[in-house]
Structures are given as C-alpha cells and as structure tokens.
C-alpha cells in the first residue's frame, strides 16, 4: 500500500513563505500525476497544483506565480513552495497520487495557517 506523508505546515505572517514536502513511501515514478489540494474550513477541496511524470505543471490561478511545484525523484517527494503567502491561503494541505492504473491515493494533511 502506497503512503504519502506531508510535512512543513506551520503558521506564518502575510507575505512569508512555506516549503510543504511529501514524501511517498515508494518510488514517485509509479505516479501518472502527482498533486497538492487544500481545503479550508467549511469549504471543498480544491486543486493546488499538479506536476506530471514528465515533468507538466499546472496551477490554480489564485496561486499562479506565488507558488511553484517541484519532484525530487531520487527522494521519492514532492514539493510546494508557497511565497507571498495571504491569509486566504490558510487550509489543511494534502498531498495526492493518482497512479497509470487510475487509484488515487490521499496523505493526512497538513495545517498552513497564515495570520498576523
């Protein structure tokens, strides 16, 4: 069974940056897609940003140039960084896997809370 185990949440001021990690207890290259969503409290959950096996990104617009996605293959992880952040940024951040097969795997979550 796949795992995926985000970390680097935390509580920073507007305007600071954030590097979220998740690391995937397999080789990353057993993912077609590999993904950040974030859900805030009372609302869905919603896309972040994607970055395929060949390296694709794409964006939600409200981080479009604030955010950037990244894969560490040798370090099975991938990575958001998050700069310029706002307070409407503040959500619980999970990592996602969507393999060639179509399963879909989900991390734990992790709190970014951006606040004065």
């Known amino acids: 069974q796949v795992q995926l185990v985000e970390s680097g949440g935390d509580l920073v001021q507007p305007g600071g940056s954030l590097r979220l990690s998740c690391v995937a207890s397999g080789s990353i290259f057993s993912f077609n897609v590999l993904g950040w969503y974030r859900q805030a409290p009372g609302k869905q959950r919603v896309l972040v940003a994607t970055?395929?096996?060949?390296?694709?990104?794409n964006y939600a617009s409200s981080v479009k140039g604030r955010f950037s996605i990244s894969r560490d293959n040798a370090k099975n992880t991938v990575y958001l960084q998050m700069n310029s952040l706002k307070p409407e940024d503040t959500a619980v951040y999970y990592c996602?896997?969507?393999?060639?097969?179509?399963?879909?795997?989900w991390g734990q979550g992790t709190q970014v809370t951006v606040s004065s």
């Open positions: 996602n896997g969507r393999s060639f097969s179509g399963n879909e795997y």
């Open positions: 970055i395929t096996r060949s390296d694709r990104k």
